[in-house]
């Protein structure tokens, strides 16, 4: 496949990286090798559209459990980079959401969500947005 996409139809692909965003430890590697689907074409997102909104709803499991999704709270700084490297994703998904079949739409709905609290509550002088480093998150006050 063009452009180092992962063939998450291949047996031994999607289960390990499933199992890798499952654990805080592993998950940023594994975050890394779902964003090659960043440079992917329409037609490879439409084939592997489903897989690729499993594999973020793993992500938001594991991070609801482990850390705290959402943009309203700051994570210790170690995870940092996991919540960023997920807001990311959902950021590109955003961008991408045409090329995904439609019959994802409600999940795609779902993870999008998380994007649309513009509410800005500052923890200690600091708001969230700004320590994940995302400037399309930052509300503009």
């Not at 997102?45 to 309203?72: D, F, P």
């Not at 170690?78 to 998904?93: M, N, Q, T």
């Not at 991408?96 to 649309?116: K, M, Y």
Request: aromatic fraction near 8%; glycine fraction near 4%.
């Amino acid at each position: 496949m063009p452009n180092n996409v992962p063939n998450l139809y291949r047996w031994g692909v999607f289960t390990p990286l499933a199992n890798r965003l499952g654990s805080l430890d592993r998950m940023l590697g594994a975050l890394d090798e779902l964003m090659k689907f960043s440079d992917a074409e329409d037609r490879q997102i439409q084939r592997y559209g489903r897989k690729i909104i499993s594999l973020t709803e793993i992500t938001y499991a594991t991070l609801s459990r482990e850390v705290g999704v959402s943009l309203i709270m700051l994570c210790d700084r170690k995870h940092v980079p996991h919540k960023s490297a997920y807001y990311k994703l959902l950021l590109w998904i955003k961008c991408r959401r045409s090329a995904f079949p439609a019959f994802l739409e409600d999940r795609i709905n779902e993870l999008l969500a998380r994007l649309e609290c513009k509410v800005v509550l500052r923890t200690r002088g600091i708001d969230p947005r700004t320590q994940l480093g995302i400037e399309e998150l930052i509300v503009k006050t």
